[in-house]
Structures are given as C-alpha cells and as structure tokens.
C-alpha cells in the first residue's frame, strides 16, 4: 500500500522560502517518478517539477531558477526547495508517483499515487 504524505507549507511573505517534503511508504523514491504539481483557487491542477529514476529533473516555466526538487533516498523522501515565493506560487501542492514519461506536462492520470496536498499561502 503505497502512501505519500507531504508537509512543509504554510505562510511566507513573497521572496521567503518554503521546503515542502513528502513522506513516501510502500514504494522506493529513487525507482518511480515523482512529481509536485500544485492547483491554485479555481484553477486546474498543474505540473511543478517532476525528478525521474535517473535523477533528470524537469520543471515548469514558472520553476525554474527558484524550485529544486530533490529526493533523499535514505528517508525516502521528495522535497521541494522554493525561493523568491511570488503570491503567485499560492496553492495546494501535492506529490505524486508514478510509472510516467517524467516531465511535468505529463498525463496526470499516469501517476498513480498522490498525498493530501499542504497548502502554500505567499502575502
């Protein structure tokens, strides 16, 4: 039974920085592809950064140069380091897993696994 529990939000003024963290049971980090994806208040669930089985790393637009998403294996943890958080960033993040070509414009429907999300708030 696979399980993914993230942790982490909470509110920062914009240019803070936040660390999310999802707790991975019932499946190995380092041999599925995880994502972060994130859905803002009435707007559609998207892509924020996936890391695939080999270490590649892809990001949304709105991503790169500010997030790092990173995986400890020993913890068997995903993480995602923000900074220079816009009110834009705003949102519910959750972290899923999946067998998926891993990128973030990825079929959603193709990661099999999600936690319950944590919310981000940037003021």
């Known amino acids: 039974h696979v399980q993914l529990v993230e942790s982490g939000g909470g509110s920062v003024q914009a240019g803070g920085s936040l660390r999310l963290s999802c707790a991975v049971s019932?499946?190995?980090?380092?041999?599925?592809?995880m994502g972060w994806f994130r859905q803002g208040p009435d707007k559609e669930r998207k892509g924020v950064a996936t890391?695939?089985?080999?270490?590649?790393?892809h990001y949304a637009d709105s991503a790169k140069g500010r997030f790092t998403i990173s995986a400890d294996s020993a913890k068997n943890t995903l993480s995602l380091q923000m900074n220079s958080l816009e009110s834009e960033d705003s949102a519910m993040y959750y972290c899923?897993?999946?067998?998926?070509?891993?990128?973030?414009?990825?079929?959603?429907?193709?990661?099999?696994?999600w936690g319950q999300g944590t919310q981000v708030t940037v003021s």
């Open positions: 899923a897993a999946g067998i998926v070509f891993c990128v973030v414009t990825a079929s959603q429907e193709s990661f099999t696994y």
């Open positions: 019932g499946a190995t980090v380092s041999n599925v592809c």
């Open positions: 890391l695939d089985s080999d270490g590649s790393t």
